[in-house]
């Protein structure tokens, strides 16, 4: 086993209170995270399956400080993740752009992809920016779960479970989406 000093890339699966979740990582940051799903062997095929993942499993003290953290937003924690670095060689600037503005999001912080575009200095292009964030490489790290639909609709979602999992995201977040609850019903008197 190397020392963690000379590490340069691996992946990571870990065991969280909302399923299993993976990460990988180069010299440069992190590449790859993989949300919650039913089972190990499930998420270590997702990851291995991108170019760049490496098989080696020891992890450099950032590693071990973003499981941490991954480990407390799943049981619920306000965690900020801009801290962490991320490797996005080969994303374009329009998707750097994009992913740049959507980090600035803190926990529970909501906008729309129009509005996103906007702040990324592209207004007028919220379909690309959808297009741009289903292609995230590292969501929750860059929180393509917290950009909404026009009207505040949750619009959608690449990841496993699809809208589902970014409405449960966001509810951990303490964000409602979608029509208010019923009023309650009035006396008959």
Not at 6 to 14: D, K, N
Not at 45 to 67: E, F, N, Y
Not at 137 to 147: E, F, G
Request: with cysteine.
């Amino acid at each position: 086993m190397k020392p963690t000093s000379q590490i340069t890339a691996g992946h990571a699966v870990l065991e969280t209170v909302i399923g299993f979740m993976g990460i990988a990582w180069s010299e440069k940051g992190l590449i790859r995270l993989c949300l919650p799903e039913r089972s190990r062997e499930a998420v270590e095929r997702r990851l291995l399956r991108h170019p760049g993942v490496s098989a080696s499993t020891d992890q450099p003290s950032w590693v071990v400080d973003l499981i941490a953290k991954i480990k407390a937003y799943a049981a619920g924690e306000d965690v900020d993740f801009s801290s962490v670095p991320v490797d996005l060689d080969g994303v374009d600037d329009f998707r750097l752009a994009i992913y740049d503005a959507a980090r600035k999001l803190g926990f529970g912080e909501t906008t729309t992809y129009g509005a996103l575009a906007k702040r990324a200095g592209h207004a007028g292009l919220p379909r690309e920016t959808g297009a741009a964030l289903g292609a995230n490489p590292v969501p929750l790290v860059i929180p393509c779960h917290r950009i909404l639909a026009a009207g505040g609709k949750i619009g959608g979602f690449s990841a496993p479970g699809g809208s589902a999992t970014k409405e449960r995201m966001l509810a951990m977040e303490g964000v409602r989406v979608g029509p208010p609850p019923a009023a309650q019903a009035s006396f008959g008197f």
